[in-house]
């Protein structure tokens, strides 16, 4: 390189303090380009999210990420947290890539960076590593969505709940499926239960079976048939169904095997009274709703869910659509709810205080949220007392959109008719 | 040499009085680099030194964890006694595993196969024993003690990583400068002259495996009573298998500071980045990063960031 050339990339001294003036100003009148003396600039509050932004639950984590910060806009075009001076919230972004020492140490990251409550993080295991150091750190914690019963059993001091527990969800299907009696007048007396072999399938069905036994209902299991992850032919699955002859089928499944087991279900003409998945996702999706189309109807499925009908999710909703188009689904609705229970704890506290924060934390009584549920109240554990699941079931409806409707609790019920039996898949 | 140990003996008083100036998270930055480095060296007793590549030290750091955990809850055995246990287990299945391989003269692909097969088969035991959390994995209760192996703070961790990291690089060097090391290495370099040389290959080769699986198994215990969760998956899993052998391959395979080198580049590399990026709304660009450098330095570096740093370090530690 020649001097002429050097001379040029190069800033000489007066360049340099030219433009780091400038930026010095330009960085002061971003910082105080109100004049403070017109109001007492509030302080801003830091909450830190950690969510599994990238790895294998990347999809369903950005959509969390993207529910804490719309919530969090929401707020603070509302004015803030009022009794702190309209505070606003700031959140601070964290990715656990779905590793439990990552989300720690993104956890890490975010209270050293001022967060004074955490929130988080989809997963059961990362929440886990997060609640532990959410104690260790005296660092209040809010878990959005995180369902094993096991990480509010330590008895945690800083870690909440909003999210339905493991057990709460087995307990839900349970009194729904009772209800389903009740309402229908008709009592299955044999029963399959069919699930994927994965952790989620085996623990959400052994679970259900459990809770089933010892309710003393007068039905029998004559088939439990379990099946690998991403099969790709369940033809001799559906034929054992078949023999066995149930009155009604359990499955557990994801969305690639369902959509196989209801088509071979159908070829195979299994007749049933109805299909009820005890906590199945795959069978109420809008892919899965619109490709199924007839075959998808009646089923029921016993799920944390949306209350569409709420003016919170009517808002959140409509956030949602004006960034990615798409609608407001379980997770992310739990996620926008995330920042609204602390938003109204903080309001209650009027501080950023540790203490405070716990205390009015404990005192939540939060009724304005968009799922499916009581007013968000935490027990001594930590866990929403408010938390439950609905029961949904796919009914006819011109509109795709609106085919998945709630059934029950009836208080949020979006059909007052329950299609129990069902018309067999063969002939609708 | 001497400058070599006075360099050596800078960095770590470097490093012994960090804590008192870096915040808890910087903190957590240094002790997985700690962590993955002494895991990395675990690993490259094995596959640096004997050349026969492991894809399955998961299973060690699995074993460590459960073993001193279980042995923990339901004993109330303190994990600092209960990480030997795990060891000498971890041993005896490295040593199993070494017969099967070594024994029938499993070579290359056919060996990497039996350690993956190995680490899988033990995942899938695990998942299913109620004992041991089966799928939904083990909680640990957070009782801060010494005893207990839990702190409060993550100094104790630091200063305990740092020694897990220093006694790995000890028992390395002397395994280097022993008859033991260098007999592993002639095997690394040609087995079948080795063993026409009079090396009792088999022996050497099974005395490499049961010393890096007792060291991989101590770093299970510590990732366990500082994570405070274990799972099949991330205890056994294949992204383990990788994340392990990673910094050992960057830093220099077969080499005393490799793996050291390699964690010191490359886990704050990907904290930092993985900060930096999700500020500007950019997340997973640092794992394309992190991606990227790792092909560069494979292709272009192959003998691992190690050879490349004792060069420029050689005017200094060279003049007498």
Redesign the interface.
């Known amino acids: 390189m020649d001097y002429k050339t050097m001379k040029q990339n190069s800033i000489d001294r007066r360049t340099f303090l030219k433009l780091s003036g400038a930026a010095g100003i330009g960085i002061a009148a971003s910082t105080f380009g109100v004049p403070s003396f017109l109001h007492a600039a509030p302080e801003t509050i830091k909450i830190g999210s950690i969510q599994p932004?990238?790895g294998p639950l990347?999809i369903i984590g950005q959509g969390t990420r993207l529910g804490n910060q719309l919530a969090v806009e929401y707020i603070n075009a509302n004015g803030g947290i009022k009794s702190m001076g309209g505070a606003k919230i700031e959140l601070l972004?964290?990715?656990s890539?779905s590793?439990?020492?990552?989300g720690?140490?993104?956890a890490?990251?975010l209270?050293?960076e001022g967060a004074s409550i955490l929130l988080g993080p989809f997963q059961?295991?990362v929440a886990?590593?997060i609640a532990?150091l959410a104690?260790?750190?005296q660092v209040p914690f809010v878990m959005d969505v995180a369902a094993?019963d096991?990480?509010t059993?330590?008895g945690?001091e800083h870690v909440f709940r909003i999210f339905i527990t493991s057990g709460g969800l087995v307990a839900g299907a349970l009194k729904y499926y009772k209800t389903l009696i009740e309402i229908s007048g008709v009592t299955p007396a044999t029963a399959v239960v069919a699930n994927v072999g994965?952790?989620f399938g085996?623990?959400m069905s052994d679970g259900f079976l459990k809770m089933l036994e010892s309710s003393g209902l007068p039905i029998k299991i004559v088939e439990r048939i379990q099946y690998p992850l991403g099969i790709q032919d369940l033809s001799a699955e559906v034929a054992k169904i078949k023999a066995a002859k149930p009155d009604i089928l359990f499955p557990v499944s994801r969305p690639g095997d369902s959509v196989i087991l209801l088509r071979e279900l159908y070829k195979q003409k299994v007749s049933l009274m109805g299909i009820f998945g005890p906590g199945s996702p795959g069978w109420y999706e809008p892919d899965f709703v619109k490709d199924m189309d007839k075959l998808a109807y009646h089923t029921l499925v016993n799920v944390p869910w949306i209350n569409p009908s709420s003016p919170s999710y009517q808002r959140g909703n409509a956030a949602f659509q004006k960034a990615v188009g798409k609608n407001l689904d379980t997770n992310s609705a739990y996620a926008y709810t995330g920042p609204l229970v602390i938003a109204d704890a903080l309001e209650r506290a009027g501080s950023t205080k540790r203490e405070a924060i716990l205390k009015a934390l404990r005192e939540t009584n939060f009724k304005d949220h968009p799922v499916v549920g009581g007013p968000v109240k935490f027990d001594e554990k930590g866990d929403n007392t408010g938390a439950m699941t609905a029961l949904i079931q796919v009914q006819p409806d011109p509109d795709l959109q609106k085919r998945v409707k709630i059934v029950l609790p009836k208080e949020f019920a979006q059909s007052d008719k329950i299609v129990f039996p069902a018309p067999q898949l063969w002939e609708r | 040499m001497n400058r070599t140990y006075i360099l050596l003996g800078l960095i770590l008083a470097v490093l012994l009085v960090l804590p008192l100036m870096l915040s808890k998270y910087m903190l957590g930055i240094f002790i997985m680099m700690y962590y993955y480095a002494y895991l990395g060296q675990s690993w490259n007793v094995l596959t640096g030194y004997t050349g026969h590549i492991s894809l399955g030290h998961a299973l060690y750091v699995g074993i460590g964890a459960y073993t001193s955990v279980f042995l923990a809850q339901r004993y109330g055995l303190s994990p600092w006694i209960g990480m030997f246990a795990g060891g000498v287990l971890a041993s005896l299945i490295g040593l199993f595993l070494g017969f099967l391989g070594f024994r029938f003269g499993l070579r290359g692909v056919y060996f990497v196969i039996l350690t993956i097969a190995f680490a899988e088969i033990t995942r899938l035991i695990v998942s299913h024993i109620d004992a041991l959390g089966s799928f939904t994995g083990i909680f640990l209760d957070f009782n801060p003690s010494f005893k207990n192996f839990q702190f409060k703070g993550n100094i104790p961790y630091y200063y305990i990583s740092l020694g897990f990291m220093v006694m790995s690089l000890i028992v390395v060097r002397i395994l280097e400068t022993s008859k033991a090391g260098r007999f592993m290495v002639a095997i690394r370099e040609d087995e079948e002259a080795a063993k026409a040389l009079g090396v009792n290959t088999f022996k050497y080769n099974m005395f490499a495996i049961a010393v890096s699986a007792f060291m991989t198994s101590l770093g299970g215990c510590f990732y366990a009573n500082y994570i405070f969760y274990l799972h099949p998956n991330t205890m056994f899993g294949m992204s383990l298998n990788i994340e392990l052998i990673l910094r050992p391959i960057v830093g220099g395979l077969g080499t005393l500071f490799g793996p050291v080198v390699g964690s010191f580049i490359l886990t704050p590399l990907s904290e930092v980045s993985r900060a930096y990026f999700a500020k500007g709304g950019m997340e997973g660009l640092h794992l394309v990063i992190y991606g990227i450098i790792t092909i560069l330095v494979v292709l272009f570096m192959p003998k691992g960031i190690i050879v490349y740093l004792k060069k420029w370090l050689k005017p200094i530690l060279s003049k007498e």
């Open positions: 932004v990238t990347a972004l964290g990715d890539e590793k439990p020492e990552v720690r140490q993104e890490d990251r209270i050293k059961s295991d886990m590593a532990t104690e260790q750190r094993l096991d990480i059993k330590k945690y994965d952790a085996k623990g």
